[in-house]
């Protein structure tokens, strides 16, 4: 069955310091790859994404994620958090062969501390 | 960008009550869909729609209906409210046809059922 994994149901981080929210995946072929940010209160908002092409991919406000084949995993990155990332981040998959439907993680939440 | 609407932010509706959640976009995206997010889970979707009309069940169907009467309308329908359909509600419309697969979320719709 295919499936995301967010191992972390929660993420601590001191300011300043680099941050690393984890997400595994196990679809059949190669996927697309997402990730959405929810602010408290606010819908969710598209973070990246990987298609094609470089693994390593830049989005808003300084994230990044690098798709790794070898071990299905896309985890977002940033060098330097700040107080205003707090947030909850969902990882997401699309197979290729599939049109419309995504599939979710549990999401993490990621509080960051000054 | 593209702007998606949700008619209410917070809704209270009692049990067998029939629930109407309704939502805009303003960009002529032909696919929407409804998500429910519920802590520990997830988004799981309820239904999408690729174009006027048309619907297709998701994840979790049962006790919900949907109609796309206009391409920038999709409702959702709760026939007979339960307390196990307090949850928040997120629709989201995206673009088909295209390598880009951004699903624009709406705020939400925080739904209590007594």
């Known amino acids: 069955a295919q499936s995301v994994a967010q191992p972390e149901d929660q993420v601590n981080v001191a300011e300043g310091n680099p941050l690393t929210v984890k997400c595994t995946y196990s679809v059949s072929g190669n996927p697309y790859l997402f990730w959405y940010v929810q602010y408290p209160n606010r819908g969710l908002q598209f973070l990246l994404k990987y298609i094609t092409g470089d693994n390593l991919v830049k989005g808003s406000y300084g994230f990044e994620a690098e798709f790794n084949k070898s071990q299905t995993s896309f985890h977002l990155k940033k060098p330097s958090a700040l107080v205003s990332d707090s947030a909850l981040y969902f990882c997401a998959v699309r197979d290729r062969d599939s049109n419309y439907q995504l599939i979710w993680g549990a999401g993490t939440k990621l509080i960051i501390k000054p | 960008d593209v702007k998606v609407t949700q008619s209410s932010r917070y809704l209270v509706k009692r049990t067998g009550e029939k629930v109407f959640l309704e939502c805009v976009q303003d960009?002529?995206?032909?696919?929407m869909f409804w998500y429910r997010q519920d802590p520990g889970l997830g988004l799981r979707l309820i239904y999408f729609s690729y174009d006027v009309k048309m619907k297709e069940k998701g994840d979790i169907p049962e006790g919900y209906s949907v109609s796309r009467e206009k391409k920038e309308r999709f409702s959702l329908i709760l026939e007979s409210a339960s307390t196990n359909q307090t949850s928040m509600y997120l629709c989201?419309?995206?673009?088909?046809?295209?390598?880009?697969?951004?699903?624009?979320f709406g705020p939400g719709t925080r739904l209590t059922v007594l």
């Open positions: 989201a419309a995206r673009a088909s046809g295209t390598r880009t697969d951004t699903q624009y």
């Open positions: 960009m002529d995206h032909e696919n």
